[in-house]
């Protein structure tokens, strides 16, 4: 299968996989939320607004490792 068969097109798909990568190295997340100004406790209901995701591709671009 071709990969980009295998990357989701749609932006929230993308958003979803992106804070899931993010939630599954704790440094990370919280290095996240230090520079965000987000809280742990405001994730669940940013994560439903577009900005939220834009900081959060933002954030891993800038922090990808090559």
């Known amino acids: 299968m071709p990969i980009r068969d295998r990357i989701p097109s749609?932006?929230?798909a993308?958003?979803?996989?992106?804070?899931?990568?993010?939630?599954s190295d704790p440094v990370l997340m919280r290095r996240f939320l230090d520079l965000?100004?987000?809280?742990?406790?405001?994730?669940?209901?940013?994560a439903e607004k577009r900005p939220f995701f834009v900081a959060l591709i933002d954030f891993i671009l800038a922090h990808s490792r090559p």
């Open 10 to 12: 749609d932006p929230s």
């Open 36 to 46: 965000s100004g987000y809280e742990t406790d405001q994730i669940r209901a940013e």
């Open 14 to 23: 993308i958003g979803i996989a992106e804070l899931s990568l993010l939630a």
